[in-house]
């Protein structure tokens, strides 16, 4: 047993000398130290099986080996931050004798960027955290850690942006990804949005795009219930479109919370009546809810019965096109200052 520890010791050593990038270093690192199914992680399970005398002197083999594999990665997390931060200063490198740049035309914000702002401004007077999360993501926090199974379609290439020759790590395809990040960093109770990119692999026309902003919320504590949820989704509706806004949430199957509901609000155009906005219904769908799922919880090492949450979606593009009357959803990554110049 301590000559297995001892071999997966050189072995970590070896594999890390040989990593040259940050996407190597933590599939290495999840692949050696991850909490399911490390190869040390699986190592030390079978101690269980050991006597008490065995257990002693090799666990504390195992703990010595676990700290200097720590160690290795650490030291070559910081090689690879020096090797970035040289590469970006010899980029960032500029000629003081160059002439001056003519005076340029001062720019507009995104209409997305207008939306956001709003928000963030809305949700930080009611204590929330603003996170932000790596629009190049793993496969683990993407999809497994929020309790989306491992035949759903998303998962397939035609459906999402995997990187090539990393067959684990993707684009994301939702701002769901930074829920567990953000309870295995601050623990509970939370409060917490995360607005940002998306990217799928669509078919674009005026009303898909691959590339999209949304806007994911969290909030984690004791006692918590679909009343609390329905009352911060009312604060935002009719601060987005107004005081006589109302709410209203149909059941709806997303996997990460339980139960889920779809939301929409009373069209703003026509006050409820029905236009060609709300398609003659009097609503608008705006978000996607629920309740977390245990199984999220616990991935992001929460006490699901201690603890209780919600969380909560909006498609910041969609609602950016809500509010300008965009009808097409393309001009919003066109990049043409024309477009831009009227918001």
């Known amino acids: ?76 997390k910081r090689e690879l931050s020096e090797s970035d931060w040289q590469k970006s200063l010899a980029k960032e490198k500029i000629d003081i004798t160059a002439p001056s740049l003519p005076p340029f035309e001062r720019g507009h914000f995104h209409p997305n960027t207008i939306v956001q702002r709003d928000l963030e401004d809305l949700f930080s007077s009611m204590g929330f955290l603003i996170l932000d999360g790596p629009e190049l993501e793993s496969e683990y926090y993407n999809f497994t850690a929020v309790n989306i199974p491992v035949d759903h379609p998303a998962r397939d290439s035609q ?10 790590w993707l684009m994301r395809t939702q701002t769901s990804s930074v829920q567990v990040r ?12 995360s607005p940002g990119k998306c990217f799928r692999n669509e078919a674009t026309d005026v009303r898909h795009e691959h590339t999209f902003y949304q806007l994911e919320g969290v909030v984690i504590d004791e006692n918590i219930n679909f009343g609390h949820m329905k009352g911060v989704l009312e604060i935002v509706a009719k601060h987005l479109y107004g005081k006589d806004t109302e709410v209203r949430l ?45 199984n999220v919880l616990r991935e992001g090492d929460v006490d699901s019965k201690k603890y209780q949450g919600f969380a909560f979606g909006f498609g910041l593009t969609r609602l950016a096109m809500l509010k300008y009357g965009i009808d097409d959803i393309r001009l919003l990554e066109s990049g043409d200052i024309r477009f831009l110049k009227q918001f």
């Open 159 to 168: 459906d999402s942006f995997y990187i090539k020759n990393h067959p684990n």
């Open 250 to 294: 149909r059941p709806k199957f997303y996997p990460f919370v339980e139960p889920g509901v779809n939301g929409e609000v009373t069209c703003f155009l026509c006050k409820g009546k029905g236009c060609r906005l709300c398609k003659e219904t009097g609503w608008l769908e705006i978000l996607g809810a629920g309740m977390i799922h245990p």
């Open 1 to 76: 047993m301590e000559s297995k520890f001892k071999k997966l010791k050189e072995e970590a050593i070896m594999a890390l000398k040989a990593v040259k990038d940050k996407i190597d270093l933590e599939s290495l690192e999840n692949k050696i130290l991850g909490r399911k199914s490390g190869e040390l992680t699986d190592l030390m399970k079978e101690l269980k099986d050991m006597n008490a005398e065995a257990k002693k002197a090799v666990g504390q083999i195992a703990n010595e080996v676990k700290k200097e594999i720590e160690s290795a990665l650490e030291q070559k």
């Open 182 to 193: 953000a309870m295995q960093k601050y623990g509970a109770p939370l409060r917490m949005i």
